[in-house]
């Protein structure tokens, strides 16, 4: 794409990303309300409203780390035919990669301080029915809750036992459903960071490849000098062989003369 696509491709990504943002601090004032409400009815439509919101933003952050590699991808090829708009297109991107990994860290310490919310309502819960719990009781039941390990020596009514119970599985659901999405970002974070890798091995293979051409360059013109400096060599001692040539068929020559005209007389 040309320098004024770029720009228009760059400033849509740049939209999309703040559009993310708004999604993912309305999933925040979302998890925060479910945390007080009472009504089944209510955290059930507030858990469906989140879910979607969580699927709009990971399909969009998806299609948005596809678009800020191909940019980089095109970058990396443009560095090799010097292309003058090279340094505008880097800084650009440069900023895309940033917004883009910063909505993904918000995003999952969201998530991470909303699961850990949830798990404290786990642990009241679970104290409430079992008071005498050791903290290594309560995180392996935080683990793998089960109905079996709930009931057992408990001081509460069956009816209490059940209403604990049901309260624990919504928030362990929370949980899972979390941990979820939280891995969906960090495949994410690892694939933008990969890429940065391999365009990084790229460069240095590039980078290598000149090197190997500049010191071939440097062997030839050695070379090269040292052929100037043997022709130049070459026909001094050239021109000396002639000179002696020339100086001694000279010296010949007055010799015969010296001989003949004194015969002569």
């Given at each position: 794409m040309n320098t004024?696509?770029?720009?228009?491709?760059?400033?849509?990504?740049?939209r999309n990303i703040d559009e993310i943002n708004l999604n993912i601090r309305q999933i925040q004032t979302i998890q925060t309300r479910k945390l007080t409400l009472t009504s089944e009815e209510q955290e059930n439509t507030f858990s469906q409203e989140r879910n979607r919101l969580t699927?709009?933003?990971l399909k969009s952050l998806t299609e948005t780390k596809d678009r800020i590699r191909k940019?980089?991808?095109e970058n990396i090829n443009l560095q090799k035919i010097n292309h003058p708009d090279v340094t505008l297109r880097e800084n650009r991107h440069a900023l895309l990669k940033r917004k883009f990994t910063n909505a993904l860290n918000t995003?999952?310490?969201?998530?991470?301080?909303?699961?850990?919310?949830?798990?404290?309502?786990?642990?009241?819960q679970y104290q409430l029915v079992y008071p005498e719990a050791t903290e290594e009781e309560v995180e392996s039941y935080l683990q793998n809750p089960n109905e079996k390990i709930f009931f057992t020596h408990?001081?509460?009514g069956i009816e209490d036992h059940k209403e604990a119970l049901a309260e624990v599985q919504k928030r362990y659901d929370d949980i899972q459903y979390i941990e979820k999405t939280i891995a969906e970002l960090l495949k994410l974070f690892?694939?933008?960071?990969?890429?940065?890798?391999?365009a990084d091995t790229s460069i240095q293979e590039l980078e290598t490849t000149a090197e190997e051409h500049v010191v071939e360059m440097e062997k030839a013109n050695s070379i090269l000098e040292a052929a100037v400096v043997d022709a130049r060599s070459a026909r001094n001692k050239k021109w000396i062989c002639a000179s002696v040539t020339l100086v001694l068929i000279v010296i010949l020559i007055v010799i015969l003369i010296l001989i003949v005209i004194p015969t002569k007389k």
């Amino acid at each position: 794409m040309n320098t004024s696509e770029f720009l228009n491709e760059t400033i849509e990504i740049e939209r999309n990303i703040d559009e993310i943002n708004l999604n993912i601090r309305q999933i925040q004032t979302i998890q925060t309300r479910k945390l007080t409400l009472t009504s089944e009815e209510q955290e059930n439509t507030f858990s469906q409203e989140r879910n979607r919101l969580t699927d709009i933003i990971l399909k969009s952050l998806t299609e948005t780390k596809d678009r800020i590699r191909k940019i980089e991808s095109e970058n990396i090829n443009l560095q090799k035919i010097n292309h003058p708009d090279v340094t505008l297109r880097e800084n650009r991107h440069a900023l895309l990669k940033r917004k883009f990994t910063n909505a993904l860290n918000t995003y999952r310490e969201i998530e991470d301080t909303y699961m850990k919310q949830q798990k404290d309502k786990i642990t009241r819960q679970y104290q409430l029915v079992y008071p005498e719990a050791t903290e290594e009781e309560v995180e392996s039941y935080l683990q793998n809750p089960n109905e079996k390990i709930f009931f057992t020596h408990s001081t509460l009514g069956i009816e209490d036992h059940k209403e604990a119970l049901a309260e624990v599985q919504k928030r362990y659901d929370d949980i899972q459903y979390i941990e979820k999405t939280i891995a969906e970002l960090l495949k994410l974070f690892d694939e933008i960071r990969l890429h940065v890798e391999e365009a990084d091995t790229s460069i240095q293979e590039l980078e290598t490849t000149a090197e190997e051409h500049v010191v071939e360059m440097e062997k030839a013109n050695s070379i090269l000098e040292a052929a100037v400096v043997d022709a130049r060599s070459a026909r001094n001692k050239k021109w000396i062989c002639a000179s002696v040539t020339l100086v001694l068929i000279v010296i010949l020559i007055v010799i015969l003369i010296l001989i003949v005209i004194p015969t002569k007389k």
